[in-house]
């Protein structure tokens, strides 16, 4: 990729570091860190964070409503570090904590970092290395797309794999966005209810609200520490169908067509996670599964065969043995 043009920002306010754009401009970045009942992992989260080599950096704690000591240790950090500050708020959930990080936030880039993951030495400088005018979104850990994706994904391209929710895409940390793009409040008005399956959402409205191509970095630039969400939710096909609404509100009526075959995907995976919670004679009777065969007619998808039988298994017991065998097997695989 050619050298781009340097994106200068509060340059008065910057300090000297590694953090350049291309041609020696500096560029600036706020890291917004929602905090909820963190106190265990939240020193070695934001440690991660301000050892970071990078001029400019903001760092943007914004404290939930937290039960536990979190609030205080938020406080002690900002008390240390003039590059910290803190939004103390009652509790909303993750997304408004996110939108009020980035109300706070004074830079042009705003990253996201959960209070229980931490950054990679160097995760934000090469995040902002890859940032320049003609984008609104730097993709981290690229790597997880494939190799056939490189430096530049047209917007066209990128959203059919956010309405997949291929790689990465999916999940708002490790990722570097143009602060005026998460401005929209639409962007972040998401009901707190919807706290599994809210950052595809996210997602999707971030990537019909710009039409710049996205830049990707093909290196890990986050360390994601123990799922602790996902394990403990159960999903049913309520749950299923109101984010599906949400989903399909977030990709303009005209261009459904368009994203049909993905929008079937990606509910084909949302299907089988209800599966593993719900007895079939519950979801098989469902307006959710009554509108996902309609689709895969519509659109002319073929299931997967594994999720064919999958599916086809008549008791739950059965879904959730196959459905560990998969992960054993995926794991084998991927050593």
Same mark, same amino acid.
């Given at each position: 990729?050619? =050298?781009?043009?340097? #994106?200068?920002?509060? =340059? ?10 291309? +041609? ?30 990078? +001029? ?32 103390? =708020?009652?509790?909303?959930?993750? *997304? ?5 990080? /980035? ?15 931490a950054l990679p030495p160097g ?5 902002? *290395?890859?940032?320049?005018?003609? /984008? ?12 056939? #994706? ?24 490790g990722s570097l966005f143009r ?39 093909? +290196? ?16 049913? /096909? ?19 067509? *368009? ?15 209800? *599966? ?20 895969? +007619?519509?659109?002319? #998808?073929? /299931? ?32």
């Amino acid at each position: 990729m050619g =050298q781009a043009r340097p #994106f200068l920002y509060m =340059q008065d306010e910057m300090k000297n570091g590694n953090c350049k754009g291309d +041609a020696g401009g500096s560029l600036s970045v706020t890291v917004v860190i929602p905090v909820f009942d963190s106190e265990a992992t939240l020193g070695q989260c934001v440690a991660s964070v301000v050892r970071q080599d990078c +001029a400019g950096l903001e760092i943007v704690l914004v404290d939930d409503g937290s039960r536990d000591g979190s609030g205080i240790l938020c406080d002690e950090w900002a008390a240390k570090d003039d590059r910290v500050k803190v939004v103390h =708020q009652e509790n909303r959930g993750r *997304a408004a904590a996110r939108a009020a990080g /980035v109300e706070a936030a004074r830079a042009q880039w705003v990253c996201f970092v959960d209070s229980d993951d931490a950054l990679p030495p160097g995760a934000v400088s090469r995040l902002l *290395a890859a940032a320049a005018p003609d /984008v609104d979104i730097v993709l981290g850990n690229g790597r997880l797309l494939g190799e056939h #994706f490189r430096e530049r994904i047209p917007m066209c391209d990128f959203r059919h794999l956010a309405v997949r929710g291929e790689g990465p895409i999916g999940v708002p940390w490790g990722s570097l966005f143009r602060r005026s793009l998460l401005s929209n409040d639409y962007v972040w008005d998401i009901p707190r209810e919807i706290y599994m399956g809210e950052d595809y959402i996210f997602w999707l409205r971030v990537a019909f609200g710009t039409e710049k191509p996205v830049a990707v970095v093909h +290196a890990n630039v986050y360390d994601k520490g123990p799922d602790t969400t996902s394990s403990r939710f159960v999903w049913d /096909v309520g749950y299923a169908l109101a984010v599906d609404r949400l989903r399909r509100e977030a990709i303009p009526a005209g261009e459904h067509e *368009a994203y049909l075959a993905d929008m079937v995907a990606d509910r084909m995976v949302n299907l089988m996670a209800v *599966a593993l919670h719900q007895p079939a004679r519950e979801w098989r009777r469902s307006r959710f599964y009554a509108e996902w065969l309609a689709d895969v +007619a519509r659109a002319g #998808f073929e /299931v997967p065969r594994g999720a064919r039988l999958y599916l086809s298994l008549p008791f739950r017991w059965m879904r959730k043995a196959y459905s560990w065998l998969s992960d054993v097997k995926q794991k084998v695989i991927g050593k």
